[in-house]
């Protein structure tokens, strides 16, 4: 099962760097690791709407008849409300919300995760090596990562079969 270390340790690998160990070490890389880890995947997840990451939600109103967006949401992509602020505004009995969550480590796919150790290797990059050479040729890797990655989400999907059409119908 893939952890948080296995993904910073990943990321320090690509820059010649060793691995860390604890989440608790008191390295440089592991201060880094802890400090820019969880903003770093955060902002990956909010960059696309990866499939994997999409939940919908149906949320009942609260005692003053609004409705709370859930803590986990980076992103809304569909909103059957008003939103201001953590809070949607509807007349309606239930509002249905599409939006990108947060994802446990172990949950998100490889393409995301080799994505996500080049990313956490950009911004390891310069406080650990201060090398700008490695440091373009890891955004180049990158924006190269991040477009096959979009690519293989949005490509992915399930068969949906096409019911009661009546074109369909009408062949047979």
Same mark, same amino acid.
């Given at each position: 099962m893939?952890?948080?270390?296995?993904l910073?340790?990943?990321?320090l690998?690509?820059?010649?760097?060793?691995p +860390?160990?604890?989440?608790t070490?008191?390295?440089?890389?592991?201060?880094?690791?802890?400090?820019l880890f969880?903003?770093? +995947?955060?902002?990956l997840?909010t960059?696309?709407?990866?499939?994997?990451?999409?939940?919908v939600?149906?949320?009942?109103p609260?005692?003053?008849?609004d409705?709370?967006?859930?803590s986990?949401?980076l992103? +809304?992509?569909?909103?059957d409300?008003?939103?201001?602020?953590?809070?949607?505004?509807?007349?309606?009995?239930?509002?249905?919300l599409?939006?990108?969550?947060?994802?446990?480590?172990?949950?998100?796919?490889?393409y995301?995760?080799?994505?996500?150790?080049t990313?956490?290797a950009?911004?390891?990059?310069?406080?650990?090596?201060?090398?700008?050479?490695v440091?373009?040729m890891?955004?180049?890797?990158?924006?190269?990562?991040l477009?096959?990655?979009?690519?293989?989400?949005?490509?992915?999907?399930?068969?949906?079969?096409?019911?009661?059409?009546?074109?369909?119908?009408?062949?047979f």
């Open positions: 893939l952890t948080k270390i296995d910073c340790s990943m990321a690998l690509k820059l010649g760097e060793k +860390i160990q604890s989440w070490d008191d390295s440089v890389p592991a201060q880094l690791a802890r400090t969880d903003s770093v +995947i955060d902002s997840l960059l696309h709407p990866w499939r994997f990451a999409t939940t939600f149906v949320l009942p609260n005692e003053s008849g409705f709370i967006i859930p986990g949401v992103r +809304i992509l569909h909103c409300g008003k939103i201001i602020g953590d809070k949607i505004y509807s007349s309606a009995e239930s509002v249905k599409i939006a990108i969550e947060r994802v446990p480590i172990e949950k998100m796919p490889s995301f995760v080799t994505l996500a150790a990313k956490l950009i911004e390891f990059c310069i406080p650990l090596t201060n090398d700008q050479t440091m373009r890891l955004i180049a890797l990158y924006e190269s990562e477009q096959s990655a979009k690519f293989i989400d949005s490509t992915t999907s399930v068969n949906q079969n096409i019911d009661n059409f009546s074109l369909i119908n009408s062949r």
